[in-house]
C-alpha cells in the first residue's frame, strides 16, 4: 500500500479534474452527456465565488482519483449538508484505500463543520459502490426519489408566462 494524500483542489488541477469527469462518464455509461470542458470547471470550482469544491486523492506522489463536492441544507435539521457530487478513483488506484481516505476526508469534514448530513446518489446498477458505501455504514435513501429539470425542459420552464 502506497502513501495516500487528501488535498484540496487547485487551478492547475482543472485538466486533471476533467480526465477524471471523462473517466467517470465513461463508466457510468455515459460519456456523451458530459459537457464540461477545463475551463469551465476552473471557473466553477475556482474562479471568484466558487461554489462546488474538489479533493484530489495522490497515492506515492501520482493522482489517483478526486471527490466533487457542495453545500445542501436541511430545513428539518436547521443545519448545512455536505453533498458528494462525484467520487472517483482510476482503474489502476483502486483496492488501495483512496475511495475510503476520500470519503472519509468528506466525512471528518462534515463533522469538523457542524453539518447534519453527508449526502450522495449512486446508480442503483452500480453494484460495486453500493457495497463499498454500505461497508463504510451508509444507508440507502430508498423512499426519495430524484427529480431533475435541465436543459431545454429548465429552460421553458424558467420562462413559461404566468406567475413565477
Known amino acids: 500500500m502506497g502513501v495516500i494524500r487528501i488535498r484540496a483542489g487547485a487551478p492547475e488541477d482543472s485538466d486533471l479534474i476533467f480526465h477524471y469527469i471523462c473517466e467517470l462518464a465513461v463508466y457510468e455509461r455515459a460519456r456523451n452527456e458530459v459537457t464540461a470542458t477545463p475551463a469551465m ?3 466553477a470550482l475556482f474562479g471568484e465565488q466558487p461554489r462546488a469544491f474538489s479533493l484530489i486523492c495522490d ?60 449526502e450522495w446518489n449512486v446508480l442503483d446498477w452500480n453494484e460495486p459502490a453500493i457495497r463499498f458505501y454500505e461497508a463504510c455504514g451508509a444507508v440507502a435513501m430508498s423512499e426519495w426519489e430524484g427529480y431533475r429539470l435541465e436543459g431545454d425542459a429548465l429552460q421553458r420552464f424558467a420562462t413559461e408566462p404566468g406567475p413565477p
Not at 65 to 80: E, M, N, R, V
Not at 94 to 104: D, E, T, V
Open 41 to 43: 470547471l476552473r471557473e
Open 59 to 118: 497515492i506515492d506522489n501520482e493522482p489517483a482519483g478526486f471527490a466533487i463536492y457542495f453545500y445542501s441544507f436541511s430545513t428539518w435539521l436547521g443545519k448545512y449538508g455536505l453533498f458528494l457530487e462525484d467520487l472517483y478513483v482510476s482503474p489502476d488506484h483502486r483496492g488501495q484505500g483512496a475511495g475510503k481516505a476520500l470519503l472519509r476526508y468528506l466525512a471528518q469534514q462534515a463533522v469538523a463543520e457542524g453539518c447534519g448530513r453527508f
